[in-house]
């Protein structure tokens, strides 16, 4: 038989051994950081505030996505829902005096490390390392990021020496490739042009050439098309389709328009109030949509002899300011199913009714946010 003191010392180690492990040591706090192989990017939880003297406009109010390697991600909601201000977050270009308040945008690398970009300072030189060669953006009006005093080429060249390739040559010889690649005619000539050279749909491409001359592993696109006449519309939807599918990014793509989001992505969030109220594969929520708000969406589309308008503002009334907003469900003003008692009395959670299909309404659950509870 062993003597007693040593089989208690054997088992005082692997109590403790149980111990350690259960604790958040500094390794596992870092993979709980990490996202999921499988995902380039998680937002947790994310609230992004604006302190303004009236008071705190709580424009993302706890948002979670999750984009998976050339995955699309639609995000689609009226206007000031939050869908730039969560897109801003993630690039770290909120204005002031907008500030992150809580939550992690987990991003991963193309080294396969993984960055938590909500915490970096937004001056920072790892943040300006990763915009553009790791995360681009694209808006709907080009301007926003195309200089009007430099040529395409000279502003396409610059991104490219910053992030990838230093030798000017070759650096210029990438940026005609990319221009060529987006389907901009005679690229030498549009090299040397200005951008108000250049017609809108052109601009556009010019735009999307200089976002993906670093071949990000993600695209932010917010509404990129929705200022462009239809048929440039659906060229540049097809253009970013086939470029997806060569550079092998994925995309998030901001927009207000359901026709677009039935045609590009592989899953929808739907925003209200700076929440994400119901998330689904694009086939399941056009096929089941179970949030009130997103069943009134898409009613208001368009059909052969309807009488819909087509549009989000077909939805009585507008989404309202979320200057210190009430404790209650953020559809409640406008909701025809409203609970009194319930819906006004804390802020549903957003739960998995299966299959991945995730709402937020205690039609469909009793669950409430744990925060606001
Ligand atoms: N710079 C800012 N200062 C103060 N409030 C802001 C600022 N930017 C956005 N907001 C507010 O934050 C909320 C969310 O705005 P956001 O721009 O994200 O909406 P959106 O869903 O992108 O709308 P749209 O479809 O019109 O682009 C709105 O209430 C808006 O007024
Ligand atoms: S929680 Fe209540 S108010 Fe909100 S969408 Fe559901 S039924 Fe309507
Ligand atoms: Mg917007």
Redesign the pocket.
Known sequence: MRPPARRIARQLDSVLSIVYNAMPSAGSRLRAMSPEPSNVLEVRDLRTY?H?PEGT?K?VDGVDLTIAPQQTVGVI??????????AQSIMRIV?PP?AIETGEIILRRKDGGAVDVGKLNARSSEIRAIRGAEVSMVFQEPMTSLSPVHTIGAQIVEAIRLHIERDKKKARQLALDMINRVGISNPKQRFDEYPHQLSGGMRQRAMIAMALSCSPSLLIAD?PTTALDVTVQAQILELMKALQGQFGMAIMY?T?DLGVIAEIADEVNV?YL?RVVERASTVELFKNPLHPYTQRLLKSIPRLGGRGRGRLDAIRGNVP??MNPPRQCGFASRCDDFIRGKCDAAVPALVNMGNDHYVRCYLRSEESELIYA
Do not use: C, D, N, R
């Open positions: 604006f303004l406009l424009a909601g009226e206007s000031g829902s939050g869908k730039s201000v969560t204005p907008g509404e901001i207000h925003m700076g300011v979320p």
